[in-house]
Every structure is written in C-alpha cells, then in structure tokens.
C-alpha cells in the first residue's frame, strides 16, 4: 500500500527486522513505539522509559514497608526490552539506594497468569519472611495477587503491580494491591503520530521519544489525569 510513514510496535524484536529492512529499502520511515526494537531503523521510538518507572515502583516499596527487609520480583520475560528494562529498573534502584533491602527472588512467568501464580506461590511459600512483592506487567501481578489470596497472605505482603486490568485495578481499589505504575498509552500513539508526521515532512527527530508514566493507587485511580490511561 505504499505509505508515507509507518508506526510500528513489535511484539518479537529480533523477528521485526526483516519487515524493517523492507520498509527501510522502500524508503518508508518507520516509528517504533511501546516496546522498540533492536534496530537502528525506526527512525524514532516512542516509549515509557521502562527503567525510570521501575525504580519509581522500588521508590514506593521503600516507602510503604521501610527501607528493609525481603522482596520478590516475578517478570514476562528475559527478552523483551520491556521485561528486561523493568526487572533492571527495580534491581538497580534497590540496589543504589535501599541497601537493607534484599531482592530473594527474581522469575519469570511469560506473562501467563497460571504460571506466574504457581511460580509466586512457591516463592511466599520458600520466604516467609517476605514483606513484599513487584509484578513487572498485568499477567505477572495478577499471579501474585493470585498467590497471596490462596494463601491467605492478604495485608500480609505489600503488592506493587505494572499497567492495569480489571483484576489489578479491584485490587487496588480493596486495599490487596498497594499500586502501580502506569505507563500512558494515549500519549504513545500521539507522540507516534506526531513523530510519523514529522518524519514525512523530513524534521529532525531524536531517536528516543519520553512519554512518561504515572504511580496510581486507590486514592487516584479514578482521577481525571489517571482513568483514561487505565485499560480493563
């Protein structure tokens, strides 16, 4: 169909390439957006910046259970930028500036909400001194919010969870999920847009485009900048 520009978000980076060499031969610009990919071809990306919003989530473990004591991560993947750069934002965070506290555990669950169950359950089980618990995306939140409601560890642990979803967002309104962090999904597809525009008109782009995320909780999530970023 021969368009001016392309957006373009990848759910396999690697396996994009070739599409992007395509484009890149047809002298079609290409906009990355969400999750990026390993290639120099798109022009722009517009994306949350993934490690920022994970330190943020470690900042507000810190702040909500004291800067000590034990916390799990459980992720999707070791593969996907967004999977990695969450699990380093968080790591890193704890590290630089949260000594006392000790990350026990890190999995993976690939984003299925059985697995990540069984995978959270045996993590409580293995640390019962546990005080809390980072979920990197919807499906690995929702198998710990799973994992603490079997077994019983309700306002035990303090859950801190990524994006949103029915089952995430009742949680934190009932007190069991503490928040999350929220990237901006409507501001994703502008920037794209905007850069697509840009790009056809042949602007300067710079290669990384910022677009933010927000902590919510229960005294939020309904609020007037929140709730249009919050899918169900």
Do not use: C, F, N, W
């Given at each position: 169909k021969k368009p001016a520009a392309i957006c373009f978000a990848a759910v396999d980076s690697k396996a994009a390439i070739p599409?992007?060499?395509?484009?890149?031969?047809?002298?079609?610009?290409?906009i990355g957006f969400d999750s990026g990919v390993d290639s120099d071809i798109p022009v722009t990306t517009a994306a949350t910046d993934n490690i920022a919003a994970a330190a943020k989530a470690a900042d507000k473990r810190a702040e909500l259970i004291g800067a000590d004591g034990e916390v799990a991560v459980i992720a999707h993947d070791q593969t996907s930028r967004t999977g990695i750069d969450r699990v380093k934002g968080f790591a890193d965070q704890i590290k630089a500036k949260y000594p006392k506290i000790t990350i026990v555990d890190t999995q993976y669950g690939g984003g299925d909400q059985l697995k990540s169950t069984d995978i959270a359950k045996a993590v409580i089980q293995g640390h019962p001194n546990l005080k809390g618990y980072f979920g990197a995306n919807e499906g690995s939140i929702i198998g710990v919010l799973n994992?603490?409601?079997e077994l019983k560890k309700e306002g035990k642990l303090v859950?801190?969870?990524?994006?949103?979803?029915?089952?995430?967002?009742?949680?934190?309104?009932?007190?069991?999920?503490?928040?999350?962090?929220?990237?901006?999904?409507?501001?994703?597809g502008y920037k794209c847009v905007e850069?697509?525009?840009?790009?056809?008109?042949?602007e300067k782009l710079s290669k990384t485009i910022d677009t933010g995320f927000h902590w919510y909780d229960k005294t939020n999530i309904d609020a007037a900048d929140i709730a249009p970023l919050l899918y169900k």
């Open positions: 599409l992007l060499q395509k484009a890149q031969a047809a002298k079609i610009p290409v994992a603490v409601k859950v801190i969870g990524y994006d949103s979803g029915q089952q995430q967002m009742d949680a934190i309104r009932s007190g069991a999920e503490a928040g999350a962090i929220t990237q901006d999904p409507i501001g994703i850069a697509a525009v840009k790009a056809i008109k042949g």
